[in-house]
């Protein structure tokens, strides 16, 4: 047991909870366990450590990748066998289909020799993908001791609290265990227990003070801030590296590493590069943001009509509809110059965040920012059926109107059928929001949901973009 203290720091009270539920080997244990928490809080580490130092027949399985019925059932099936058969021997792969097939194969898999009068565990992983599949699954495995008559523990690991799970019909309750987020203090001490060998652990300890002070308040996540720890240490300890300083100088080796870890701060989560070219960086001593095509946000690539679209819809989100016609009409006569602002326009529109457009005005923006050879047969406007039929009776590689254009489509094609595949693309990208549904009666709205300098290194790639030709428009929505 000293053994498993040292391997599960800080999480002392949940593995004796566990250790209490799991008995002895051959107790007939409870027959589903719930454990949930937030993402690096120890769930998936601690369960399989306690398995495997206790040497309790046990199987993994990820519901993220067994993302089918029958996937995650023959994995479970096809590991119990493993377990069950000698090294020798060659397991055959067992094939399921169905949950009653699952019972039915569990009690022949689970006859072996080596699972007898002992608990067989099943381990899954992002439990919460279970409710996505069908709806007698989770309540199966809640109660597959019951169902097949054996010993055997369904341990859940999830993210989500478990209401989230009950079922509206009910189901057998499992025993529930949080596993709260690590306090400072238990960071402190389980990314100290990492230091290298070559350094002492004092010096190491005092690496990690520094680095929990400066990204603790935006960043808890162990796994990240220990990645953090292993990238920026280097630079750390590069005076003693070189015999500049000594290990209890620490104002030394602060002044050392602190610009390079508020690099890193602009960096938490995202990963834009890699961990080698972070090296290149820190040795090279030169801004992340200076290194072409180290950022995913500065380096897209997008179709070529999907850029002119996401800027149509940047400009949508931040202009007010009324400047439509001053900015996208060519011929728009005279306006009427006021200085008279509403008390919400004084703001920013950056401040204030994008605004929802529909449809109809987006391909509007949209037309009158495309060069205006460009056919309307392409993929972006789906070509409406009257201007195809005609397509014979204009000039070669003359577009139709936006005005035609609109027209058919409330003529001849429903909202439905104009579901771009690049808007949807965009959609699923998350660059664009889909507000309300797709059946509503005035057809669907979108926000844009990327910042002005995501689209100002888009518009750079298409030739003639709004950026290019109309400079204004952009500005426009800062003021």
Request: charged share 20%.
């Amino acid at each position: 047991m000293a053994h498993l203290e040292n391997l599960v720091l800080c999480r002392e009270s949940q593995v004796s909870t566990l250790q209490s539920l799991f008995g002895e080997r051959h107790h007939f244990s409870f027959p589903s366990i719930f454990i949930y928490g937030h993402t690096a809080s120890g769930k998936t580490y601690v369960t399989q450590t306690l398995l495997k130092t206790l040497e309790l027949p046990h199987v993994f399985v990820n519901c993220v990748e067994c993302f089918t019925l029958r996937l995650l059932l023959e994995q479970i099936l096809n590991k119990l066998n493993h377990l069950s058969s000698s090294e020798d021997a060659c397991p055959t792969h067992i094939t399921c289909e169905t949950f009653n097939d699952f019972v039915r194969l569990f009690k022949q898999v689970t006859k072996a020799e080596s699972l007898k009068d002992q608990t067989v565990y099943i381990v899954l992983d992002k439990a919460e993908y279970l409710r996505d599949m069908e709806a007698n699954l989770l309540p199966g495995f809640l109660r597959l001791q019951e169902l097949t008559d054996r010993n055997v523990t369904v341990i859940l690991l999830s993210e989500i609290v478990w209401e989230k799970f009950r079922p509206n019909t009910g189901c057998f309750e499992p025993f529930v265990l949080y596993f709260p987020d690590y306090s400072i203090g238990n960071l402190q001490k389980i990314l100290s227990h990492d230091h290298p060998p070559e350094y002492s652990a004092d010096f190491y300890a005092a690496y990690i003070n520094i680095l929990l002070g400066v990204f603790y308040t935006v960043c808890r996540d162990l796994k990240e801030l220990r990645h953090l720890a292993v990238l920026n240490f280097p630079k750390y300890c590069e005076p003693v590296v070189k015999g500049e300083a000594s290990e209890r100088d620490t104002r030394k080796l602060w002044r050392n590493v602190e610009p390079h870890l508020k690099k890193a701060m602009q960096t938490v989560y995202l990963r834009e590069i890699s961990s080698s070219q972070w090296e290149k960086i820190q040795k090279d001593d030169t801004d992340p943001g200076q290194l072409k095509g180290l950022s995913a946000y500065t380096h897209v690539e997008l179709p070529y009509y999907s850029k002119f679209i996401l800027i149509a819809a940047y400009l949508a989100s931040y202009n007010p509809a009324r400047t439509d016609k001053r900015f996208f009409l060519k011929h728009h006569g005279k306006i009427k110059k006021t200085n008279f602002l509403k008390k919400h326009e004084k703001t920013s529109n950056h401040l204030l965040g994008p605004k929802p457009f529909p449809l109809d005005r987006l391909l509007a923006i949209l037309y009158s920012i495309v060069d205006s050879r460009v056919a309307a047969t392409a993929n972006i406007f789906s070509q409406c059926l009257r201007c195809w039929v005609s397509d014979l009776q204009r000039p070669h590689g003359a577009p139709c109107s936006a005005e035609c254009f609109l027209s058919c489509r409330r003529t001849f094609l429903p909202t439905a059928f104009l579901e771009l595949p690049l808007i949807t693309s965009l959609v699923t990208l998350q660059l664009l929001t889909l507000v309300g549904h797709d059946d509503q009666l005035d057809g669907p709205k979108y926000k844009c949901t990327v910042s002005l300098d995501f689209i100002r290194a888009i518009a750079r790639g298409p030739p003639k973009t709004c950026l290019q030709t109309h400079k204004n428009r952009l500005t426009m929505s800062s003021h």
